[in-house]
């Protein structure tokens, strides 16, 4: 069965031939990628910062993607109801430690055209965003939706891309938000 996986522009940003851990990680996992039979998702706002952030390497794996037919262009992902309810988090007066700071939202915003995007397709996002993901998942406990999503996150889970390669890419429990 082909998934529907996106891949965040931070993973197109730091591909390359190179030998600097963060090239070899993305390149990595954008081959293993190739080399299975899934597609990758680009809303417009995805691709649009694709064409402005990635590297040459991921430039000719997208090309290479697209001839084999396995991009899906999307439209506009955008979920009014997910994003008010993300914009609520953050507090209207003095911040407690278990609050969302301003950035904290912001950051979650800038993002969240890759999580409006997975909860369209197959619920799964790969990206190299660990603060993000932790703010996604911390937001869990005030909007049930985000629980629905699985977040790869090539810097803590490099060790795994055989063993998920293996099982076709499938959700495992310890990726959910």
Known sequence: MSREIVIDTCVAT???DGDAVDAVCSSKFLNLFFSS???AVFSKKLEAEWNRHESSFAKQWRSNMFKKNRIIRGNDYSNEELSKSIGKLSPK???TENDFRKMDVKLMMEDLHLIEAALNHCKLV???DSTVRKLYSKA???ISTLKK???YDLKTDADKFDA???SDFQIEQDTLL
Do not use: D
């Open 93 to 95: 007066g003095r911040a």
């Open 140 to 142: 869990t406990k005030h």
């Open 37 to 39: 039979t899934h597609k």
């Open 126 to 128: 790969v990206s190299k």
């Open 149 to 151: 999503i699985s977040w």
């Open 164 to 166: 998920w390669k293996e």
């Open 14 to 16: 730091s591909s390359s």
